[in-house]
């Protein structure tokens, strides 16, 4: 496989598994706000962190292949 593709490949990996990190971050606020879990002031952070992962990857995401 020649190194662009293998670049555009790992790019749309690591863009993915950022979009689902902060989504399980959105998810984890959620069962603290619903009282599911032990809230210590973990929802806020949690979102940040979503809102930071997002902001950091931007709109710019590409989609390649279904890996």
């Known amino acids: 496989m020649p190194p662009e593709v293998q670049l555009l490949l790992a790019q749309g990996a690591m863009q993915k598994a950022a979009a689902l990190l902060a989504e399980h971050a959105e998810l ?12 210590e002031g ?26």
């Open 28 to 39: 984890l606020a959620g069962e603290m706000d619903a009282g599911v879990l032990l809230d």
């Open 42 to 67: 973990g929802p806020e952070a949690l979102r940040l962190f979503a809102a930071a992962v997002r902001a950091t990857n931007g709109d710019g995401w590409v989609t390649v292949g279904n890996a």
